[in-house]
């Protein structure tokens, strides 16, 4: 016997109303996952609780240093200093020339291959920083009285001041050229710069 409209309705109500109810069962007492570990900073590393070290030393740009400490490699950005950029370049006689590696070049000259002696001043994103001697040699004055580097004084409290006035007197390294400060240059030109061109940066 045919069955009405009516009565195929109700069925197939029926059938999703208890196929629902299966599933729902099914949910409720199906094991929980365990919560998916929160990521970690690659590369972190607990930092070495030290006020100084010595260390061999390789020169990684015109203010930072890669040394040993305990069997570790750490980067070690020289206190009180900034200097240009590995890629930055700065005009001389309106010739672009690779200012960045002429500070790598002369931090690497002032090394000679010497071991560093540190001392810790802070810490740095995942970096120490450090004001660090090369023999009796501090390297950051030295960078600086050089020309190669420029005094940073909102974090040196212009303990290099003089030593900049001087290489600018005597017309030094970087202070024979046309350049953005290196902060300036890593505003502008760095990935992933946070803040962008500040306006005090246009020449």
């Given at each position: 016997?045919?069955?009405?409209?009516?009565?195929?309705a109700?069925?197939?109500?029926?059938?999703?109303i208890?196929?629902?109810?299966?599933?729902?069962?099914?949910?409720?007492?199906?094991?929980?996952?365990p919560?998916?570990?929160?990521?970690t900073?690659?590369?972190?590393?607990?930092?070495?609780?030290?006020?100084?070290?010595?260390?061999?030393?390789?020169?990684?740009?015109?203010?930072?240093?890669?040394?040993?400490?305990?069997?570790?490699?750490?980067?070690?950005?020289?206190?009180?200093?900034?200097?240009?950029e590995?890629?930055?370049?700065?005009?001389?006689?309106?010739?672009?020339?690779?200012?960045?590696?002429?500070?790598?070049?002369?931090?690497?000259?002032?090394?000679?291959?010497?071991s560093?002696?540190?001392?810790?001043?802070?810490?740095?994103?995942?970096?120490?920083?450090?004001?660090?001697?090369a023999?009796?040699?501090?390297i950051?004055?030295?960078?600086?009285?050089?020309?190669?580097?420029?005094?940073?004084?909102?974090?040196?409290?212009?303990?290099?001041?003089?030593?900049?006035?001087?290489a600018?007197?005597?017309?030094?390294?970087?202070?024979?050229?046309?350049?953005?400060?290196?902060?300036?240059?890593?505003?502008t030109?760095?990935?992933?710069s946070?803040?962008?061109r500040p306006?005090?940066c246009?020449?």
């Amino acid at each position: 016997m045919a069955l009405s409209f009516q009565t195929k309705a109700i069925a197939v109500t029926a059938v999703v109303i208890v196929g629902a109810a299966v599933y729902f069962n099914r949910a409720s007492s199906a094991p929980e996952f365990p919560p998916r570990p929160s990521p970690t900073l690659k590369g972190k590393k607990e930092f070495p609780k030290i006020k100084s070290f010595t260390s061999t030393a390789t020169v990684h740009d015109g203010d930072t240093i890669d040394v040993l400490i305990d069997g570790k490699k750490w980067g070690v950005r020289i206190w009180g200093i900034d200097a240009p950029e590995l890629k930055q370049t700065c005009t001389k006689d309106f010739k672009e020339v690779a200012c960045g590696a002429m500070a790598l070049n002369e931090m690497a000259a002032i090394i000679n291959k010497r071991s560093v002696s540190c001392e810790f001043k802070a810490r740095s994103y995942n970096r120490i920083v450090a004001k660090c001697f090369a023999g009796d040699t501090d390297i950051g004055r030295e960078l600086i009285r050089r020309g190669y580097a420029f005094n940073y004084g909102q974090y040196s409290k212009d303990a290099y001041k003089a030593d900049e006035t001087y290489a600018k007197g005597a017309k030094l390294g970087l202070w024979t050229m046309t350049w953005l400060t290196p902060e300036c240059w890593r505003d502008t030109n760095l990935k992933g710069s946070r803040r962008g061109r500040p306006s005090r940066c246009d020449l």
